[in-house]
């Protein structure tokens, strides 16, 4: 008999499954700034890069260090970089760059809890709306949220997929809960990975890096012998500057669309108990752990509770959402900010539900006892 | 190869955006010119750019051109060279991109010794957005922002290039084109983080407001004010600050940061496999 040599187990922080994950995703840049609590992300990039080939920098400030990871990107590599609140302020300009002149990138941000400094190691969830709109005018956002180390590497590798796929820039928002966790992971083999590398251009060809007749066009690198021109201005297909308002809206709802058509792929959830439940409790990142307890908690107890996560926060799953509605009369919303994400469950069910909020914002993990108290007080 | 500058240039997008008597023009073509002279592959040359009237010249560029924020011009071209060190990497920025809003990412790009050439143009204000002074304005200067004139000195480009570590510094004006093609050659061959800043005329703002002469006029000032180190040297305080200091300021041969790193890379790799084994 064969015996089959078990998979890997290994004891790993989120913040390591996290580098991990992008490493196994093909990533072979890392720029950006310590800060914490992302720290290690760069830590284990400043390490494992080199050895794998890979190239890691330390820049000056967050600002440069989003600068960076996009020009690796359009030099052909696979880039990303790690932050905490403070630094994804700073970064903000670029990522609206990536998105605008579609740069392939991930972007990390280990939340911690604010305004400005706030507490450098304490958790929050206070950086969702950030994500969705820190950087200026109308623009579509990719961002996950995990909740287990093991769904930190997997969202890594998928935020990868996806920003190679899509040729848009991808936000892992973990937490200092999900981040600075340790939990035993089965590291899965590289080569059951589905990995996705973006489409370039055939060698020849009319390259046309923004054409109008796809939802997105292959991206060369600069040297691969296309010439076209990179820029945060509105561009025409070859990515030359216009001001052309039939070619400025017509690009800004390709770059919107683009995502939309693939929400179904972007999209990761999970329920439990939804199908018969009077209240359902929508969370997602490290406040889902303690969900999950509550909901536990008071399903022993008898009560018709349900469970829903979301890993994805943007696009949000608005649809998935209504549907919880025609079980639930409540929809219990916990959330480690003063309720952010409530809001868009209120967008979801438009008033066909009851939306409460559980929140806590005193950089203590929300409790299942106190998720549990209100889920007695709503039902 | 056998091409000639206007072979880098996009000429169908002429006239060039620039306002009448702009020195950019000069500018922009000694840089096509030096290309050229260096007979550059512009499939393995980027030009990289940030934002003002100079941030425009990477339109008209048929090189790679990445026209990137206002002041991360050299950290764009960072992350560029670092993942490609094999293209040939020019940054193109104004005082306001290159030293003002971009001052913290221009001396750690110089102390790192990055293998990247930036073409400063320094007008001494701020064009694009209607004459506001900057970093570079020398004190007094009147600007839309300074009626008054300004009560803060301005940066010597060159200067801080040198202390903060660049290994090619060089400075010229459009008067001088032939000094200007020349120096810009140097840089863009010499192996590490190279500076040329061309004191430009900007006859809309600057020099209307603070020198209060034409274009033209401009020129025979670049002309008269423009001496090498031996003359400057001997000049008084007070007759310096008139004068533009031209000419190759330093040149060190020092490894880059891309020599420095594929070697740690190596050191890396090593360790990792004797781990393994
Ligand atoms: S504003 Fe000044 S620098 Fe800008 S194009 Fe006009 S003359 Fe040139």
């Given amino acids: 008999m064969i015996l089959q040599k078990k998979p890997e187990s290994r004891l790993m922080q989120g913040n390591e499954a996290c580098a991990e994950g992008a490493i196994a995703a093909g990533a072979n840049f890392y720029a950006g700034y310590p800060i914490t609590p992302s720290t290690e992300i760069a830590e284990i990039a400043a390490r494992r890069l080199p050895e794998t080939g890979g190239r890691f920098i330390q820049m000056e400030d967050e600002i440069g260090g989003m600068a960076a990871v996009i020009g690796a990107a359009i030099g052909g590599a696979k880039a990303f970089t790690a932050t905490s609140g403070p630094g994804f302020s700073l970064k903000q300009e670029n990522i609206g760059y990536a998105i605008m002149a579609e740069i392939p990138c991930v972007i990390v941000n280990v939340q911690r809890l604010g305004p400005s400094t706030g507490v450098a190691t304490a958790p929050a969830q206070g950086d969702v709306m950030q994500a969705r709109w820190g950087t200026h005018g109308d623009h579509p956002v990719i961002a996950f949220s995990p909740s287990s180390v093991r769904e930190t590497f997997d969202l890594t590798v998928k935020a990868f997929n996806l920003s190679e796929k899509l040729r848009q820039p991808v936000i892992i928002l973990l937490d200092e809960i999900v981040g600075h966790m340790r939990e035993n992971i089965i590291v899965p083999a590289p080569e059951s990975l589905e990995i996705v590398n973006r489409e370039r251009p055939a060698d020849g060809v009319d390259y046309k890096p923004y054409a109008d007749d796809r939802e997105v066009s292959p991206l060369a690198s600069f040297g691969d012998g296309h010439f076209f021109n990179i820029t945060g201005l509105f561009h025409d297909e070859q990515g030359f500057p216009t001001t052309d308002p039939i070619r400025v809206k017509n690009q800004l709802l390709r770059l919107h669309q683009k995502v939309e058509n693939h929400r179904d792929e972007i999209i990761i959830t999970e329920e439990f108990g939804t199908e018969d439940a009077v209240l359902t409790v929508v969370c997602y990142g490290c406040s889902a752990r303690s969900a999950r307890q509550a909901v536990k908690l008071a399903r022993e107890e008898g009560l018709p509770v349900g469970f829903f996560r979301t890993a994805t926060i943007w696009p949000f799953p608005y649809e998935k959402i209504a549907a919880l509605t025609r079980s639930a009369r409540t929809l219990l919303v916990p959330e480690m900010n003063m309720g952010q994400l409530i809001a868009e469950v209120e967008r979801a069910v438009k008033g066909r539900a009851e939306v409460a909020g559980a929140n806590r914002f005193d950089g203590e993990l929300i409790t299942p006892q106190e998720i549990l108290v209100r889920i007695k007080e709503l039902i | ?277």
């Fill in chain 2, 1 to 277: 190869m056998g091409l000639t500058y206007r072979d880098y240039l996009r000429e169908e997008l002429f006239p060039q955006m620039w306002c009448a008597g702009c020195s950019h023009g000069i500018s922009l073509t000694a840089v096509a010119r030096a290309m050229a002279a260096l007979k550059l592959d512009p499939a393995e040359t980027v030009v990289v750019t940030g934002i003002g009237c100079w941030g425009k010249a990477d339109d008209y560029f048929k090189t790679h051109s990445f026209h990137g924020t206002h002041g991360r011009a050299l950290s764009f071209a960072t992350g560029i060279k670092v993942a490609n060190p094999r293209l040939k990497v020019l940054v193109l920025m104004g005082d306001g991109d290159g030293v003002t809003i971009g001052g913290n990412h221009f001396i750690h790009t110089a102390r790192r010794n990055i293998d990247v050439t930036a073409v400063i143009t320094n007008n001494f204000n701020y064009g694009m957005t209607g004459g506001q002074y900057s970093s570079s304005s020398p004190e007094g200067t009147i600007s839309t922002t300074s009626l008054y004139g300004t009560a803060e000195p301005g940066f010597d480009i060159c200067e801080l290039a040198r202390a903060a570590g660049a290994t090619y510094v060089a400075r010229t004006t459009p008067y001088h084109v032939t000094q200007m093609d020349k120096l810009l050659a140097e840089a863009i061959q010499h192996k590490g983080f190279s500076v040329v800043e061309i004191i430009s005329s900007c006859p809309t703002f600057f020099a209307r407001y603070n020198y209060k002469v034409t274009a033209v006029e401009m020129m025979r000032l670049f002309k008269e004010r423009a001496v090498d180190r031996e003359r400057y040297d001997a000049l008084t305080a007070a007759e310096k600050a008139g004068c533009f200091l031209t000419g190759r300021l330093h040149r060190e041969e020092k490894e880059d940061f891309h020599t420095k790193y594929a070697r740690l890379q190596q050191q890396a790799k090593a360790r990792a496999e004797r781990e393994v084994v």
